[in-house]
């Protein structure tokens, strides 16, 4: 017994250690994300009241087109980055009351906002040609920076989007001249001004220029968390490009919490942080922030960020489903495996101290003799014999049971990890599900497959010198894929040592009665008497 309490000590204490180990900040950042994205009902919620009070308010200022215009576009910007076909709507609505104002620069106004937003939704073609229609010069100051800027970031999409390496260094261009032109539309040390400074740092890969801009936008007063999240989110690229994932990392957790908090759907933020988390190992995270990148995509018809979401997602959901189906098979196998070892352990163990009283009583009648002598010289080898060979079974089996065990110890780990998290989200039925489909019949079969393996390494010519105990009609003949039948597997665990019917009985899984019948039934077929059958087979010499 002490034997077995120190093998499953070792056993237990050798499982690897799988944790996904976070720095402090970055572990912090992460709890505080998961908990924005539990209340992200109720942010999207304050969103939907204020746009509902908006929308209220612009239905009731009828017959005044120019206070139903600024009322459209305050909706405006409350869908620009939350819901494409609602942006794109009052787009039509504010340019149709431009018109019907007869004012030409409320008009390009529209145009402006209606290009923004077709970009945000992946639509470049629609996005070049509408901002091709505008004429900057009946543009205010502010809206010729949105203008120009615009154009920045059309050209800067594209050439992320193009991914060619022919075109992208001239979108690339294009991008950094019209950011050029956008400076001298914005005041000096303003938000508008630094924020166009880091996109510039961002296409020319300058980090220290934009981690400067980055802290100085940090120190403005009134920051918005939307205009956050969009400079963590730029100055995250950066240090990706010099290969600092940590700051990166924790740059984009920033930029998602601020996202989630704001009610932003039109983000890519949430959808790196999952194929960091992945490329980290925490799968539980990756599929979180996956499947909310997706959905948020999805509800704001982002067409270019749905394209780039589906490829990593169906890696994390391949991933998801292989550990699913590896958790399927442990539940239940585990207690199996571990209470056939140890039964096999404390075998082996009952056969050494055997071996090792005969070794004892060997050495005292040595000295009797010079005859005993010799003859207990002789006795001593074949016991030496006999404890190598022990030994070596027992080496191959604690071997074998400790390397499945383990395995099998892990797939519980992982299929705990998912019980717990069904049963976090109470989905109690799933959970069964995945407790039931456990197949034990399967897994005890795996498990016999793999005895038989080691049994026959051991004692490769069990088979051909137990067939020899009997008469030609009367012996085993396998199938061609078939190591052992049930017959000879009890046999061969009686050549290990364990001869008790009932313990052979709980290591096949069968009846104690079923167990004495086969026994009764092979040792009638033998041409041997019943009481020296066992004998001969504990005879059978191993390799």
Known sequence: MKLLTVLLGFLLSSLPFCAFAESGKADSLLTELNQALAHKNEYDGQRLNRI???????????????????????????????????????????????????????????????????????????????????????????????????????????GDFNQDQTFRPVYYKKALAYADTTLQFCPPGSYEYLSVQEFRAQKTGNLAAGLAVYNQIR????????????????????????????????????????????????????????????????????????????????????????????HISSIIEGQKINIIENQRKSLKTYAVIMTLLAVVVIGFAVANFRQLGKLRKAGRLIFATNKELRERNEELRQLNHGLNEANKIKDEYIGFYFHNSSQYIDKIEVLKKRIENLLDTKQYGAAQKLVDSVNIKNERNELLKGFDTVFLRLFPNF???FNALFEEDERIKLLEDQLLTTELRIFALIRLGIDDSEQISRMLGYSINTIYSYKTRVKKRSFLPNEEFEARIQAIQAV
């Open 463 to 465: 088979i051909t010198q």
């Open 219 to 310: 120190r403005l007063p009134h920051l918005g968390l939307h205009q956050l999240a969009v400079s963590a989110s730029t100055l995250a690229y950066l240090y990706e490009l010099e290969g600092q994932e940590d700051k990166a990392f924790e740059l984009l957790l920033v930029s998602a919490i601020a996202d989630v908090k704001t009610a932003t759907k039109e983000t890519v933020a949430i959808f790196k942080l999952s194929d960091y988390c992945y490329r980290r190992g925490d799968l539980k995270n990756a599929y979180t922030f996956i499947k909310e990148a997706r959905d948020g995509a999805a509800f704001y018809k982002a067409r270019q960020r749905q394209i780039e979401i589906s």
């Open 52 to 158: 509902a009070v908006l929308t209220s308010d612009f239905i009731a200022s009828q017959a005044n087109n120019a206070a139903k215009f600024e009322l459209g576009l305050r909706i405006y910007d409350e869908y620009k980055a939350f819901k494409y076909d609602s942006a794109f709507v009052y787009c039509q609505k504010i340019k149709r009351l431009a018109e019907a104002l007869k004012q030409p620069e409320k008009i390009e106004i529209a145009k402006l906002k209606l290009a923004f937003v077709m970009l945000s939704s992946g639509l470049f073609k629609e996005t070049f040609e509408t901002l091709d229609s505008i004429d900057p010069g009946r543009l205010s100051e502010a809206d010729k920076h949105n203008f120009y800027f615009l154009k920045a970031r059309a050209y800067s999409d594209l």
